[in-house]
Antibody, heavy 119, light 106 residues
Framework: QLQLQESGPGLVKPSETLSLTCTVS??????????WGWIRQPPGKGLEWIGV???????YYSPSIKSRAAISLDTSKNQFSLKLTSVTAADTAVYYC???????????WGQGTMVTVSS | EIVMTQSPATLSVSPGERATLSCRAS??????LAWYQQKPGQAPRLLIS???TRATGIPDRFSGSGSGTEFTLTISSLQSEDFAVYYC????????FGQGTKVEIK
């Protein structure tokens, strides 16, 4: 069945760019009707939606993060990625990637990866 | 941005009892509402989408209802594995999560 796995540095310095990749296995990232998203969770807090990218390549972002986030697809590697610029300690969180189908809820999630922003 | 408000923040329930969780949207989200369960150290798991449709493999003791701005997740008879944090999420206009309700053992 479809599985998602996040990867990337666990430690990022303030003001630098956070880069994460989600590798999709057991299915094609470019299948019609799928969309792919990033969600984060600061330690001890709730879930925050970051953004989504559709199989067509269209992207949509949370208004609170929009100017700093960029999500892209790499169909050759069956991966999608998140870049978050100008990070601060407030960006410290577990970052999850997830899949949705036909603009419905996120039905499959990765296990999450912890990213700490610190000098 | 649509704001999702969940209540209560914490719900203390005895095993076997019924739990009722609420979620309110700041504007109508139609039936584009999902519920997730999250246990410590784990990723969220989809329970309900479309406000009332159980995801694959979800036991029928979980049920969802509501539309527009008011939604409810009911767990008919709490099992030990149901003690967790529950989040609602709207996907009518972009995506927004509620702040969560922790269901703890009474």
């Amino acid at each position: 069945q479809l599985q998602l796995q996040e990867s990337g540095p666990g430690l990022v310095k303030p003001s630098e760019t956070l880069s994460l990749t989600c590798t999709v296995s057991g299915g094609s990232i470019s299948s019609s009707g799928y969309y792919w998203g990033w969600i984060r969770q600061p330690p001890g807090k709730g879930l925050e939606w970051i953004g989504v990218i559709y199989y067509s390549g269209s992207t949509y972002y949370s208004p609170s993060i929009k100017s700093r986030a960029a999500i892209s697809l790499d169909t050759s590697k069956n991966q999608f990625s998140l870049k978050l610029t100008s990070v601060t300690a407030a960006d410290t969180a577990v970052y999850y990637c997830a899949r949705g189908v036909n603009n419905d809820a996120f039905d499959i999630w990765g296990q999450g990866t912890m990213v700490t922003v610190s000098s | 941005e649509i704001v999702m408000t969940q209540s209560p923040a914490t719900l203390s329930v005895s095993p076997g009892e019924r739990a009722t969780l609420s979620c309110r949207a700041s504007q109508s989200v139609s039936s584009n509402l999902a519920w997730y369960q999250q246990k410590p150290g784990q990723a969220p798991r989809l329970l309900i989408s479309g406000a009332s449709t159980r995801a694959t493999g979800i036991p029928d003791r979980f049920s969802g209802s509501g539309s527009g701005t008011e939604f409810t997740l009911t767990i008919s008879s709490l099992q030990s594995e149901d003690f967790a944090v529950y989040y609602c999420q709207q996907y009518n206009t972009w995506r927004t999560f509620g702040q969560g309700t922790k269901v703890e053992i009474k």
